[in-house]
């Protein structure tokens, strides 16, 4: 790993979950294994009354409970690096206030004013919270300045747009990093390093070789506490318009010529300019919604979407969805994409597949109706993180009889290998000005250009329906319906 410069992390919202339950554990890890640099400081900024002796404490703590294994000397030696000023955050009148720490922080710790400011608070604040490091003149003084972002960014193309209005009336695009904690994940990586280094794989990644695309993400809870939050937003904001899409971009784009942020990135546009946006007319027959309902499994009872504290009542909000997209290039011409999402499915997974296409002539036997029977190549992302290649081998005696069998490869076999989570990749990365699994703005806006016509045909056509789907199943019946090959389905997947 590279060198990383002297710097200064300040984390707005740092009282809240994000910072305990990610942010402080990713930073502890790269600190026990000395990736941090010699001289470096956390500023930790929040509304709640707090001093640094008590934000290190309560901060100490869930360390503690994170890792049972750390010593008293390795809590100390981090837990010193971190301090903490409360003020109002939703006023820019009073960032003056931590002008002055800053400056203290950069002389104690040597920093040449090197600074990250992660956004770790509700989206409201992002436009608030840089104007206010503006009018300070705290984002393009002395030694570099960037600000990490988190998702939502905006709730649709209009909010999208004011926002990256405001950060880059207060930034440069290039000191931006939109973090997605999807791309930080090895095995979403690991999409690019499959397809471009092996010439087995690249020369069969396009329309000629490959029937269909399926991308599934499905988590096995429902909304639980989340569910004020979550009324608000929907599977296809949640998970669509962000994670997903940017899925799609790794597995279509055309080759970058270096490995650079600037070529990734300018690849990864390309594909989002080229997805179909779907029309008022193809928008119910291309995406399907779904709301989860109760369900008894085995004596358990699971609660539907409407029981959940926070959901309004009679909400419409989707909890599953699914689509079919098309990318109108050389490349990907008539290839259809699935992407499926929701949430109380059977298993918590996360997986790409490539379906090939089949012989042109079958010459062996297959069993009667069955489906999804041509070469795979499956990726999974999470959990059991690996890569899965199926293929069809005769069955032993006498004949021709033909079964699918696999062969693959997980993560959890390299044992001498550390794997980072996807947190403390993308902080490094950021330390280190790698820009490259980071979002930019015009993918965001264009993103949400896709999205956008689906959102607005639901809010505006009550005839779409919203399907009914019992909990803990694999989402309404008929998400099949835009899977329009015979003997093709959903993939059902258990363990790769």
Request: some cysteine; glycine content about 8%; proline content about 5%.
């Amino acid at each position: 790993m590279n060198v990383v410069e002297n710097q200064l992390l300040v984390i707005f919202g740092a009282s809240g979950d994000l910072t305990r339950r990610k942010l402080i554990p990713a930073l502890f890890i790269l600190f026990r294994q000395n990736h941090l640099p010699s001289n470096f400081a956390i500023l930790g900024v929040g509304r709640t009354d707090l001093t640094s002796e008590q934000f290190r404490d309560n901060l100490g703590k869930e360390l503690t409970h994170y890792d049972g294994n750390i010593t008293p000397d390795e809590l100390l030696s981090f837990i010193k690096l971190m301090h903490y000023m409360p003020m109002n955050t939703s006023d820019p009148t009073e960032y003056y206030k931590i002008k002055d720490k800053i400056a203290e922080l950069e002389i104690n710790y040597k920093t040449g004013g090197n600074c990250i400011y992660y956004m770790a608070t509700p989206p409201d604040l992002y436009a608030t919270i840089a104007t206010g490091l503006k009018l300070n003149g705290l984002t393009n003084n002395k030694g570099w300045k960037r600000v990490i972002v988190e998702k939502p960014f905006g709730r649709n193309l209009k909010t999208a747009k004011e926002l990256n209005i405001h950060l880059l009336n207060c930034f440069n695009e290039d000191q931006i990093y939109r973090i997605d904690h999807f791309l930080g994940k090895e095995t979403v990586q690991n999409v690019m390093v499959t397809r471009f280094s092996n010439g087995i794989f690249e020369p069969l990644w396009n329309r000629n070789y490959i029937h269909h695309i399926e991308i599934t993400a499905a988590e096995s809870i429902g909304v639980g506490s989340r569910g004020g939050y979550y009324d608000r937003s929907g599977a296809l904001r949640d998970m669509v318009q962000n994670h997903l899409l940017q899925l799609v971009t790794l597995i279509a784009m055309e080759p970058p010529t270096q490995m650079l942020a600037l070529d990734i990135r300018n690849e990864t546009l390309k594909v989002l300019q080229s997805i179909r946006i779907p029309n008022e007319r193809e928008i119910p027959q291309h995406v399907i919604r779904g709301q989860y309902s109760n369900s008894e499994i085995k004596g358990i009872t699971f609660n539907s979407y409407l029981e959940e504290p926070g959901v309004a009542i009679g909400s419409k909000t989707e909890t599953f969805v699914a689509l079919k997209l098309f990318i109108d290039n050389w490349r990907w011409g008539g290839v259809p994409f699935y992407i499926r999402t929701g949430k109380y499915m059977p298993v918590r997974v996360t997986e790409l597949v490539v379906h090939f296409k089949p012989t042109p002539h079958r010459l062996f036997c297959f069993d009667e109706g069955r489906k999804n029977s041509n070469n795979q190549l499956i990726i999974r992302i999470q959990p059991d993180e690996g890569i899965l290649l199926k293929f069809g081998m005769k069955v032993p005696g006498a004949g021709f009889n033909v079964q699918d069998v696999s062969m693959d490869f997980h993560y959890s076999d390299l044992a001498h290998q550390i794997i980072p989570e996807a947190y403390q990749r993308l902080l490094i990365d950021c330390m280190q000005g790698d820009a490259t699994l980071f979002t930019r703005g015009d993918a965001i806006e264009q993103s949400w250009r896709i999205v956008d016509p689906i959102l607005s045909a639901w809010e505006k056509n009550a005839e779409i329906p919203l399907f009914k789907y019992p909990a803990v199943t694999w989402g309404p019946g008929e998400a099949n319906s835009i899977i329009e090959s015979p003997n093709t389905t959903w993939r059902f997947p258990g363990k790769i």
